[in-house]
């Protein structure tokens, strides 16, 4: 029996117990930026630590991207 799921259904978030401070107009962004953000951690070797950018030296595009999310202001 097949039953369908989400890459993300299962998956732990860890911005999910962090408290959103009171200026953030999109919470659910600020989550998911916040999970990236902490998925996309520079390893021992400079490189980011996440598979999906390996080759990237640390901060990777994704992190940097991430971080600019979440000091943007609209
Ligand atoms: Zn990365």
Known sequence: ???E???S???YRPS???PVPDDVVDTLLWRLAADVMI???PGPDG???NLRCADE???CTAAVQAAMSRT???
């Open 16 to 18: 999910a117990d962090m």
């Open 9 to 11: 259904s299962d998956r």
């Open 39 to 41: 998925e996309h951690q």
């Open 57 to 59: 030296q640390g901060p």
């Open 1 to 3: 029996m097949y039953t």
């Open 72 to 74: 943007r202001r609209q």
């Open 47 to 49: 490189h980011c630590a």
């Open 5 to 7: 799921t989400t890459i």
